[in-house]
């Protein structure tokens, strides 16, 4: 069964602490995202990677890093939690521009 | 900038009622649009998607969308909803044939009552 799997689905972190959320898809996939969702905001993008080593900011990438070193892995890397971090953050992928996005499951932040 | 607006935050709606959710767009050049369902504590599922040929397109569960480029929309619609309908519902647009991210909108939460 193709899917996106995010790790953890839950956690909670002090500020200034750092946080990595973990994205892995079984689909050979190049292009993958991590994008954020806050209540009424809809999803808002934070990284694009095309591939191992191919990263690109998206539309709010501060305060975010990420990293590809294996294609079937995404990783976002929050160094130095702040409070308005706090969010639901979702990993998906994509086989072509074309093509429909898998979604991962979620991971909810919490950061206090 | 582009943009993908949905009008409606909330729609309520009792079980066989149609449905009609509302998604226009602000981009240049070709376009890939989207409907995603969200239901809650979930991830995204994709429902159907829009970016040559036909402009009624069909998805999965008996949803449908349509496609008009003089009014800039890509509306959802849904002859007859369930219970189980009840969801969260995006729309997304992105450029066609490169690899660049979806752009969503903020959402449509689907109430259905018995």
């Known amino acids: 069964d193709m899917k996106v799997t995010q790790m953890p689905r839950y956690l909670i972190k002090r500020m200034g602490e750092n946080v990595l959320l973990e994205c892995g898809q079984d689909m050979s996939h190049e292009t993958m995202y991590w994008y954020r969702q806050d209540p009424g905001l809809g999803l808002q993008l934070i990284y694009i990677s095309y591939d191992v080593d191919s990263n690109s900011e998206g539309d709010i990438p501060k305060g975010y890093r990420v990293s590809r070193k294996k294609r079937e892995h995404f990783s976002l890397i929050l160094d130095s939690a702040k409070t308005n971090q706090t969010s639901v953050y979702f990993c998906?992928?994509?086989?072509?521009?074309?093509?429909?996005?898998?979604f991962g499951s979620g991971t909810r932040l919490l950061v206090i | 900038t582009q943009t993908v607006s949905q009008s409606d935050a909330h729609v309520t709606v009792f079980e066989g009622d149609s449905v009609e959710l509302r998604c226009n767009y602000s981009y240049g050049g070709s376009i890939y649009l989207s409907w995603y369902i969200q239901h809650h504590g979930r991830g995204l599922q994709f429902l159907l998607k829009y970016y040559s040929g036909n402009p009624v397109v069909q998805g999965v569960n008996g949803f449908e969308a349509e496609f008009s480029k003089s009014d800039s929309s890509f509306h959802l619609r849904k002859a007859s909803v369930h219970w189980s309908d009840s969801a969260v519902y995006f729309c997304a647009a992105s450029q066609t044939g490169f690899a660049s991210a979806l752009t969503f909108g903020s959402g449509t939460k689907v109430i259905v009552l018995p």
């Open positions: 998906a992928s994509r086989r072509h521009p074309n093509s429909d996005y898998t």
